[in-house]
């Protein structure tokens, strides 16, 4: 019998477990990776060999990993994917994919630990093979052992694109050009903060160092703004431009790479939590993010939320907060357990660095003026701008989401995951209007978390 179920096994859901345990409350941790570790300590296959030089601080991921896997009260099912979830007279009923069958788990006690994924943002060419996110090509490193090309350019907005940068030199790769938005001195107004987290000062080092000594050199200002295939529809080459501090372009020129890694930072995966009718709120940075009060605990009594879902900050932060929401998700169900002031103020002292991340890395405006009428923004549907004008202009839509009804723009395999944040953006601005919080949030909520086969309903629970 558990008496708490977390869902990932990424940092937040490690330290949820393991401090749920050891208040004394048994657990079951379902991860719909193959392997233990997350995003961030993503493992590889046994056969692809020793990955660790890709990671920075692996021996925190595997000391976790092991000690999960140690402790008897904790159950793991890795590649256990949640397809659907609901939640009634405080029950919360998973149904769960495990190796391509349906089981269903019913609980009152459960830590949502689900991530987040890449940002893009559309520009002209972004659908041609090639073209890719930053977390894409660390993914197929990191957990398969394969480069996705040699002539890499890496652009966007982020610190992430230092360890991805990193991680081509180190595979054997070339980054031909390390591409920054914004400019490096908005740290400056987070002085104090960096100060107090030494740790991540030391992690940007390891990256630059490894950059360096490449002869890569970031350049700040810049973004890609276009891409280019060759005759076998293949990524050849990009523009790139200098931008302004609005992001709107000064001057281009033309890049040859094989494949560019492209992200704005990371979007918080909160689908599960919104099926589970846990509130959402839009943060400053725009993103959709679980809200969670002082103990992890969500809107709903019960359901606890840690890690990125609660807002963008990085692994040391997740942990924070998992260390937290274990203690708490164990206190609800009767262990003698407290949440103490120092895990409070280590939670405090991570968020802080969180609000200098989002402070220094701001998405602006200006990327709408690099998109044309025919640029693809929903690539699954393939919609173009102009279908969302037409939706606007010619046939009335006020707002995203009857938008999205009359282009089918977000409504393909990916559900808007990719495309929705943005098309939220590019309706308000046809409209000449700020998009409301309702936009933001119906455009990230989904009724099925992921994709099912017909057979696999049908033979399920
Ligand atoms: C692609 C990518 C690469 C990253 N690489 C780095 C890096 O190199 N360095 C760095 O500092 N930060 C990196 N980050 C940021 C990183 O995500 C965080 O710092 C940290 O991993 C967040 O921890 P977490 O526990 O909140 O979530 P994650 O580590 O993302 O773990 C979430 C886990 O939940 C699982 N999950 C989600 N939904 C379901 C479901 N429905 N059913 C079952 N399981 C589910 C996922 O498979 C995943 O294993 C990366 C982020 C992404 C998206």
């Not at 990993?65 to 029950?91: F, L, Y």
């Not at 839509?397 to 559900?415: F, I, V």
Request: charged share 20%; aromatic share 6%.
């Amino acid at each position: 019998m558990h008496n708490v179920v977390i869902v990932g096994g990424g940092p937040a859901g490690l330290s949820a477990a393991l401090s749920a345990a050891a208040a004394g409350a048994p657990v079951l941790l379902l991860d719909s990776n193959p392997r233990l570790g997350g995003q961030y300590w993503r493992q590889p296959d046994e056969s692809f060999g020793d990955q660790g030089s890709q990671h920075f601080d692996l021996e925190t991921g595997l000391l976790l990993i092991n000690a999960v896997k140690a402790r008897k009260e904790i159950e793991v099912w890795s590649g256990a994917q949640i397809w659907s979830a609901t939640h009634k007279d405080g029950v919360n009923t998973l149904r769960v994919l495990v190796n391509g069958k349906e089981k269903i788990i019913n609980t009152g006690n459960l830590i949502l630990c689900t991530g987040a994924y890449d940002r893009t943002l559309p520009f002209p060419g972004w659908d041609i093979p090639g073209v890719m996110t930053p977390g894409g090509v660390q993914s197929l490193i990191k957990g398969h052992g394969v480069l996705a090309g040699k002539k890499v350019v890496v652009a966007g907005s982020g610190p992430f694109l230092l360890p991805v940068a990193a991680g081509v030199v180190k595979a054997g790769g070339s980054v031909v050009e390390l591409l920054e938005a914004n400019k490096s001195r908005r740290w400056i107004t987070s002085l104090f903060v960096v100060l107090e987290n030494l740790s991540k000062i030391k992690e940007g080092f390891y990256y630059i160092k490894t950059i360096s000594e490449a002869k890569v050199r970031a350049r700040f200002g810049y973004a890609v703004v276009a891409a280019h295939a060759g005759v076998n529809g293949e990524l050849d080459s990009v523009d790139v431009a200098k931008i302004n501090r609005n992001f709107k372009i000064k001057k281009v020129r033309n890049v040859k790479c094989d494949v560019a890694a492209i992200g704005w930072g990371f979007t918080p995966d909160t689908t599960l939590a919104g099926t589970l009718g846990c509130k959402q709120i839009v943060a400053k940075d725009g993103a959709v993010v679980v809200s969670a009060d002082s103990n992890q605990q969500s809107s709903v009594a019960g359901v606890f939320v840690a890690g990125e879902i609660t807002g963008i900050g990085g692994s040391e932060l997740s942990m924070a907060e998992g260390v937290i929401a274990g203690l708490s998700a164990a206190k609800f169900v009767g262990c003698k357990v407290e949440v103490l002031k120092a895990h409070r103020a280590r939670r405090a002292k991570k968020q802080r660095f969180a609000t200098a991340l989002i402070n220094s890395y701001p998405i602006k405006d200006g990327w709408k003026s690099w998109v044309h009428q025919e640029t693809i923004i929903c690539r699954c549907e393939e919609v173009k701008l102009k279908d969302l004008h037409y939706a606007i202009d010619e046939l009335g839509a006020t707002d995203s989401r009857t938008a999205k009804l009359l282009t089918r723009c977000g409504m393909g395999m990916c559900q808007g995951r990719i495309c929705g944040r943005s098309v939220v953006d590019l309706v308000a601005d046809q409209l000449n209007v700020s998009p409301t919080d309702t936009d933001r949030i119906s455009a990230v909520n989904r009724p099925i978390i992921t994709p099912i086969s017909l057979g696999q309903l049908a033979a399920g629970e």
